[in-house]
């Protein structure tokens, strides 16, 4: 199946610092990508839409410039988390879907614990 | 109202019974279905998908939809204490690629 590469696993970061993740499909391309956040005994919150080439959709109540995504390949999309705080610690995962393809199911990264101090 | 809605638990089920998870939702444009499986800690990973109405079997898992009452269910057949997890109910929403989440069922299976 399809293989969805997220990096870094885990980070812990000061307060104020910005941290970078990275989504990168590795034997597919992918149009779009999709980021989500989950609280502990959370669900999946999605955040935004990664659209390659073009700006990224948001989903109400995401801060686009605290949450920068950038799809500028086929194969990759990231989102940088600027001036992280506290309240940002959380488990962030990447999916993506096969181009072009309906009904079709997510392929999701590894995920990212991010603690921020 | 939350566009997925599911039963936090847990859900409890001795080793070897039937574990029943449901889940509705509220967009009726809505075309697929999924099931998720997560672990503490770890992305989750798909048990079944479904996109018509009725019953679809794989190995232990039979997942059901019902798109006239919103209705999408889980069973689990055999329950292992290794099924112990939480199962994320998920939906694309119609029209569009966006796959929403609900807030998950934890389960426990009892050797």
């Known amino acids: 199946g399809a293989v969805v590469s997220q990096h870094p696993s885990w980070v812990i970061c000061k307060s104020g610092t910005s941290v970078k993740i990275e989504c990168r499909s590795l034997d597919f391309q992918a149009t779009t990508m999709f980021w989500y956040r989950q609280f502990p005994k959370q669900s999946l919150m999605l955040m935004a839409t990664s659209n390659e080439g073009s700006k990224a959709t948001y989903e109400q109540g995401v801060e686009k410039d605290k949450f920068l995504i950038n799809h500028a390949s086929l194969t990759l999309s990231t989102l940088t988390v600027t001036s992280a705080h506290p309240e940002d610690s959380s488990f962030y995962i990447c999916?993506?879907?096969?181009?072009?393809?309906?009904?079709?199911?997510?392929?999701f990264g590894s995920g990212t614990q991010l603690s921020v101090l | 109202q939350k566009e997925v809605e599911q039963n936090s638990g847990p859900l409890s089920v001795p080793e070897g019974a039937i574990a029943s998870l449901n889940c509705t939702y509220s967009?009726?444009?809505?075309?697929?279905f999924f099931w998720y499986r997560q672990y503490s800690g770890k992305s989750p990973e798909l048990i079944m998908f479904?996109?018509?109405?009725g019953d679809k079997e794989d190995g232990r898992f039979t997942a059901q939809l019902n798109k006239a009452s919103q209705y999408v269910s889980l069973l689990i057949r055999d329950s292992q204490p290794s099924d112990s997890a939480t199962y994320l109910c998920a939906v694309d929403r119609g029209g569009g690629f966006k796959t929403i989440f609900g807030a998950g069922t934890r389960l426990f299976v009892k050797a």
């Open positions: 479904i996109y018509s109405n």
């Open positions: 967009d009726r444009g809505s075309q697929s």
């Open positions: 999916s993506a879907r096969l181009t072009g393809r309906l009904n079709e199911k997510l392929f």
